[in-house]
Each structure stands twice: as C-alpha cells, then as structure tokens.
C-alpha cells in the first residue's frame, strides 16, 4: 500500500502564497510522474502541474508564472509553492503519483491520490 498525505493548504488573501507539500510512503520502489490537481466547487478536476522524475515540468495556462512544482526524489515528496495567489484558484488540491510497486501481490505502475487539502483565496 501507498499514501499520499498532503499539507499546508488554508486561508489566504489575494497576493498572498501558500506551500502545498505531499509525501508518499509505503511499499514504494520508484516514483514516476507527481501532479497536482485541483477541484473548484462545480468544477472538473484540472492539472495545475505536473513533474517528471527527472524534473520536466509543466503548468496549466492559469498558473504559469505564479506557481512552481518542485520535488525531494529522496524523500518521495513534491511541492507546490503559490504565488500571487487569486480567488479563482480556491479549490481542492489533490496530489497525484504515479508509483512503481514491487510486491508479492502487485507489480507495476499504480496510480494514488491525495486526500486533498483546502485551500481558499479570498478577495
């Protein structure tokens, strides 16, 4: 089993940043790609960034610019650092990783979700 546990999502003012951090653990033998998405209240789930493990990264039109993807391989853990931040990026941020599982019972590339963290820009 893998989990993924996001962090420090909250309340911020427009302009204001957060860091969001999400650590996997469990029976993880390599992580491939790590994203974070976002869900608004009415609205599909978007890719904000998503990064490879050998460090590509890419962004959502609306976030370029203000928000940096960034990752610890070592520490099976990515970032999010949010800058200038809006009152259309309230959601829910989910992180997302792709992981490479060797087990008795599994092997292969499974993908997991976050629980998600709230993060709410307010005007």
């Known amino acids: 089993q893998v989990q993924l546990v996001e962090s420090g999502g909250g309340l911020v003012q427009a302009g204001g940043s957060l860091r969001l951090s999400c650590a996997a653990s469990?029976?993880?033998?390599?992580?491939?790609?790590m994203g974070w998405y976002r869900q608004a209240p009415g609205k599909q789930r978007e890719l904000v960034a998503a990064?490879?493990?050998?460090?590509?990264?890419n962004y959502a039109d609306s976030v370029k610019g203000r928000f940096t993807i960034s990752r610890d391989n070592a520490k099976n853990t990515a970032y999010l650092q949010m800058n200038s931040l809006k009152p259309e990026d309230t959601a829910v941020y989910y992180c997302?990783?792709?992981?490479?599982?060797?087990?008795?019972?599994?092997?292969?590339?499974?993908?997991?979700w976050g629980q998600g963290t709230r993060v709410t820009v307010s005007s």
């Open positions: 997302n990783a792709d992981v490479i599982v060797i087990t008795p019972q599994v092997t292969g590339v499974v993908g997991y």
């Open positions: 469990g029976s993880i033998f390599r992580i491939d790609d």
């Open positions: 990064i490879k493990s050998g460090g590509s990264t």
